[in-house]
Structure formats: C-alpha cells, structure tokens
C-alpha cells in the first residue's frame, strides 16, 4: 500500500454541477499532483502542489482547480461539470527534492451523466 | 508529435516468453524515467526507474538511450500474473511535469 487515500471511491454526478475530490498523502510528502485518466488513456497532468501552493499545471481550464492544506493533503475542485470529464482522478503524493517517484492513491471514478 | 510514445499493444504473449517494449519520448531536457504497471482500473504502481546505464529487478530490464530519446522495458519469462498495462513516465524536469505514455496493453496467455 502507497499510504495515499482519495474519497470518493466513486461519484455520479450530472452536466453543471460542481465535485469536490479529496487526497491525503503519503506520510513525508509534501508535495500532491492529480491526474484525470480517462478510459483508454494513459493519465493527464492536470495540477501540482507543493508547500500550499500551485506548482505547475496541465492543459486543464480554470474550473479545474485546487488546494493543498498545512498537512499536505488536497482538494481537487471542478465547476461546471461536463460529459467529457467523466474519468478516473487519480492523487499522487512525492517529495520534492528527491528522485520523485509517484505514489498514486486508488482514484475516485467520476461520473458525469 | 505526442510527448511519450508507446505501442498501446495488445500484446498476446504465452507464459515463460520474453516480451519487450518500447517508448519513445520527444523533451530531449528530460531528466528522469520511469516504468509504472496499471491493473485495469486501478491505480498505476511504480515498478522501476530507469537509467542509462540500464537496471534489472528480477525478470524486468529497463535501459534509457538519451541519444535517441527512447526507454525499454524487457521482462523475462512471462507469468500470468505479469499481465497489466505498462506506463512508459518522463519528468521533464522544471516544475516537474510528469508526462505518461499511452501505455502498452500486455496479456500471457497460459
């Protein structure tokens, strides 16, 4: 086990609604990166965080957003949701400075109906 | 041209073969690599870095070849249990973009 946890495991929701995704990472991480994955796809890169604040960010609009708290765990947010974000989001923890290998938790399964 | 290159397979193979794959990455500033196994639908998992003086663990091989930009991943003598999608990882580097291939489908077949 990576020691990273998301919830939800899965979510419905439908066109227009916002979600709220959540990730607590690995014990000594301090740095938290998501990614959507959608079926048949290797993951997207859609944002980093490292000491609270966005260190990077993917090809994702701004109704893609995030937060990262004191104790390193995060937030993924999405506003307006649509069909096309439907997808695996998958939270991986690291630490900066280091080699920075990936530890993904299991993913929330979102889907937009 | 994609960032990360990889045949999506599948990839057939019976037990005990030896099976190789290739990825091909584009960001020449690119500064580390990695192979990470995908069970459907699960999470990816790291199964090893890989450098240019190429690494073994077991029955897996990966080597790095800087000059023409590609990454291979060799396993030995195929188990069932080997059977998953394989993720060709490159860190450009920076603020430390992480970019997947694609990612290479493999089944053994008994």
């Known amino acids: 086990e990576t020691g990273v946890t998301q919830s939800p495991t899965h979510l419905i929701k439908t066109r227009g609604q916002q979600v709220t995704l959540r990730c607590s990472s690995q014990?000594?991480?301090?740095?938290v990166s998501w990614y959507q994955q959608a079926l048949g796809q290797g993951p997207q890169f859609i944002f980093q965080?490292?000491?609270?604040?966005?260190?990077g960010r993917g090809n994702f609009p701004p109704r893609f957003s995030g937060l990262q708290f004191p104790n390193y765990s995060s937030e993924l947010n999405v506003n307006a949701l649509e069909l096309d974000d439907s997808a695996l989001y998958l939270c991986?923890?690291?630490?900066?400075?280091?080699?920075?290998?990936?530890?993904f938790g299991s993913g929330t399964q979102l889907s937009v109906l | 041209r994609k960032e990360v290159e990889q045949d999506p397979g599948p990839f057939n193979v019976p037990e005990g073969a030896t099976v190789a794959f290739n990825c091909t990455y584009s960001?020449?500033?690119?500064?580390?690599f990695f192979w990470y196994r995908q069970d459907c639908r699960k999470e990816p998992k790291l199964l090893m870095s890989v450098y240019s003086s190429g690494n073994e663990d077991g029955r897996f091989t990966a080597q790095l070849n800087r000059a023409s930009q590609y990454i291979s991943l060799l396993i030995r003598d195929s188990k069932l249990s080997d059977s998953a999608t394989y993720l060709c990882?490159?860190?450009?580097?920076?603020?430390?973009?992480?970019?997947f291939g694609i990612g290479t489908k493999l089944q053994v077949i008994p």
């Open positions: 014990s000594g991480h301090n740095t």
């Open positions: 990882v490159v860190n450009g580097g920076g603020y430390q973009k992480v970019t």
């Open positions: 965080y490292y000491r609270e604040e966005e260190n």
């Open positions: 960001n020449s500033a690119s500064q580390s």
């Open positions: 991986a923890s690291s630490l900066k400075g280091t080699d920075e290998k990936l530890f």
